[in-house]
């Protein structure tokens, strides 16, 4: 188990202070990317840059505002339909923007609409980060994003944490 540095334990606090406001305001959002993997898994595995969330497109506008009246800094740095950064007591952290499909599937906008999420990916059921519940994308939905990535017109290789990281999440979901 890897013990969590000083910034690895204020990255956890940020993120229960982000889905406190997010979950204040009514706005689901879900972990994805290395710390929906660590709420998934229950502990802090490696070292992070930053927080990624997904949040329902029409919830995405919102949240933002939230975002910014509890204090967070909107940087101008992606597409407002795809996502939005924020700085945060020096947390970086972004809120990604998908639609829910008739077919049960769910899907991003814009440079990144061939990617494809399985239904379930967006559920009710809480990672754990600093001995709380989070919400986090499934692992299962995780696991697909990934795998993906590769083949998206606008994707790249897998990086030596991807590898891992699909290991693990082919571990969670048995696969």
């Known amino acids: 188990m890897t013990t969590p540095d000083a910034h690895g334990a204020a990255q956890v606090a940020g993120i229960h202070a982000v889905v406190d406001v997010l979950r204040g305001a009514g706005v689901p959002a879900w972990l994805f990317g290395g710390w929906g993997l660590d709420a998934r898994i229950g502990r802090i595995t490696r070292e992070h840059g930053d927080v990624e969330l997904w949040v329902e497109r029409p919830d995405g506008d919102r949240g933002a505002a939230a975002l910014t009246d509890a204090g967070a ?14 700085s945060w007591n020096g947390l970086a952290f972004s809120t990604a923007y998908f639609d829910a499909h008739a077919d049960g599937t769910f899907r991003p906008q814009g440079r990144w609409s061939d990617w494809v999420f399985p239904a379930g990916s967006f559920g009710d059921i809480p990672g754990h980060l600093g001995g709380r519940p989070v919400p986090a994308m499934s692992a299962a939905g995780m696991l697909a994003m990934k795998q993906q990535f590769p083949t998206l017109r606008n994707g790249g290789p897998w990086r030596p944490k991807d590898v891992r990281d699909i290991a693990a999440l082919r571990e969670l979901v048995g696969a």
């Not at 800094?73 to 924020?86: A, C, G, I, N």
């Open 73 to 86: 800094v909107v940087l101008d740095t992606q597409p407002p339909e795809e996502s939005r950064e924020f």
